[in-house]
């Protein structure tokens, strides 16, 4: 049974910094690309980041320079490290895993419950 746990969130104040974290498996990252997506109230669910298993990152014109994806084999844990936060950041943040070519355009095998980021 293949689990997402996202944690991290929380609320700060403009310009500051959070950590998400995503707690996955071997069986999840060695086989499927990993991301974070972002649904704020009102609107669709848009892509943040993504790091495929080769390591290559890809980030949303928004957070690119603000926002850094990592994946920590050795704790099972992908990260979304968030600075100079912004409100409209504000959002549920989801962690996902998918297949490289479909991820990015939400398609994922696998969804986590999501944390909530507030930024004012």
């Known amino acids: 049974h293949v689990q997402l746990v996202e944690s991290g969130g929380g609320s700060v104040q403009t310009g500051g910094s959070l950590r998400l974290s995503c707690a996955t498996s071997e069986a999840v990252y060695s086989i499927y690309s990993m991301g974070w997506f972002r649904q704020a109230p009102g609107k669709g669910r848009e892509q943040v980041a993504l790091?495929?298993?080769?390591?290559?990152?890809r980030y949303a014109d928004s957070v690119k320079g603000r926002f850094t994806i990592s994946l920590d084999n050795a704790k099972n844990t992908l990260y979304l490290q968030m600075d100079s936060l912004k409100p409209e950041d504000t959002a549920m943040y989801y962690c996902a895993a998918g297949r490289r070519a479909h991820l990015w355009y939400g398609i994922a095998e696998y969804w986590g419950q999501g944390t909530q980021v507030t930024v004012s």
């Open positions: 790091i495929d298993r080769d390591g290559g990152t």
